[in-house]
């Protein structure tokens, strides 16, 4: 089965993490993405290093641009500008995050690249949006500060947190593909392009899910709560013999397997323990119990034992772990990409699988300007 993108040539301007993971995933879908960045510097995370992979560039970089052509122009330069235009008349899509209204400064109007190119699907990704948010320098970090993310992620009465990744980038880099396929997808019934509009804040507002609907609808400012969860319980990390294990009851049935798995039949007769909204109540009496009964063996000999049952379980676990599972599981979770110069690129694969199999990216990251004469040559330079 071809790659369902196969075709669809895709002129990348945008640097970081939200872009060139939208772009990525494109290039996994098949798509031609030809990657413009800077000289000498190319984009941002080529430099966020340490850590380094074999091939000496940062796994900041690699993590997010695997499946693409790397083209240096300077855009401040009238020579490198004509090529860009060029490489755009040839392209289905443009994406491009520079500070609302650089990109136009240097000669790429949005508005009017889709009046020169009426079927491109042309990308912004930003910050804070295009409006009253546009002078706002945009980073995932700072969004997650003042979206709200940060105020409900952490100890109780700790200090507020940041996730563990950029996931506001993540979300929004997904939030952009989704646009992207839908604006293809209307293409070929219309004929006609569309400019799409992604920004952080919106991705993560998208993303609070209950806990902005909680707000939204019954006028409740969600807090920190540690790895506990405002609606439901058991839903927590919770004491064993050893370490820590991850318990997600998401029923009272499954409440009651639990309890009789542990060796605590008797807590969903309790009147404080017998529903759902009871037990979150009494969630440090309901705590106090289950790790009472819990310490009797490790996290790992409970996990297998409430699975088993269908409790969802698990012991906190690394990255190395968690990938390490997946393979276990036969998920495949790891892709290794050969360069033409022999070099090996270890990706983790793009999460859907499909039926029948597709092509997916088969090469890794690109060092800086590695496809700059090949693409130029492909506009018809030095022919």
């Known amino acids: 089965m071809s790659a369902p993108l196969a075709g669809i040539v895709v002129a990348d301007f945008s640097r970081v993490l939200a872009g060139p993971l939208a772009t990525m995933t494109l290039a996994d879908l098949g798509a031609r993405v030809i990657k413009i960045e800077r000289p000498a510097t190319g984009d941002d995370t080529r430099a966020w290093g340490p850590p380094y992979a074999d091939s000496g560039m940062t796994t900041y970089f690699e993590s997010a641009n695997r499946g693409k052509e790397s083209v240096t122009l300077d855009l401040r330069t009238e020579e490198d500008r004509q090529r860009a235009h060029a490489i755009i008349a040839r392209s289905d899509v443009v994406i491009e995050n520079f500070r609302p209204g650089l990109f ?6 949005g508005d009017e690249l889709i009046r020169r190119h009426p079927g491109i699907v042309y990308v912004s990704v930003s910050g804070f949006g295009l409006g009253e948010g546009a002078n706002l320098p945009g980073y995932d970090f700072v969004a997650q500060a003042v979206g709200g993310l940060m105020h409900i992620t952490g100890q109780r009465d700790g200090e507020a947190m940041k996730a ?4 506001v980038d993540v979300l929004t880099g997904k939030d952009a593909v989704i646009g992207i396929l839908a604006a293809l997808r209307r293409r070929e019934f219309t004929g006609k392009g569309s400019r799409i509009e992604v920004n952080l804040l919106s991705s993560l ?18 807090g920190r709560m540690g790895n506990r ?3 439901i319980a058991p839903y927590e990390v919770l004491r064993c013999a050893d370490e820590p294990l991850a318990v997600a009851c998401g029923n009272d049935a499954q409440f009651t397997k639990m309890c009789a798995e542990i060796g605590a039949a008797h807590l969903p007769g309790d009147v404080r323990f017998a529903r759902n909204a009871d037990r979150v109540a009494h969630r440090d009496a309901l ?3 289950l790790e009472d009964a819990l310490s009797a063996d490790t996290a790992a000999s409970w996990a297998e034992r409430l699975n088993a049952a269908g409790v969802a379980a698990g012991v906190v676990d690394t990255i190395g772990g968690g990938i390490a599972m997946a393979e276990r599981l036969g998920l495949d979770p790891v892709s290794e990409l050969t360069g033409q110069d022999g070099r090996v690129s270890r990706q983790i694969r793009h999460p859907i699988s499909w039926q029948p199999e597709i092509g997916m990216a088969s090469s890794p990251p690109p060092r800086l300007g590695e496809h700059t004469e090949s693409v130029l040559a492909w506009l018809g330079e030095g022919s």
């Open 104 to 109: 136009a400064r240097l000669g790429f109007d």
């Open 164 to 167: 563990g990744v950029a996931l």
């Open 287 to 289: 705590v106090e119990a």
């Open 229 to 231: 969860h405002p609606s």
């Open 205 to 222: 507002q998208a993303a609070l899910v209950n806990q902005a609907s909680a707000h939204l609808g019954a006028d409740v400012e969600p």
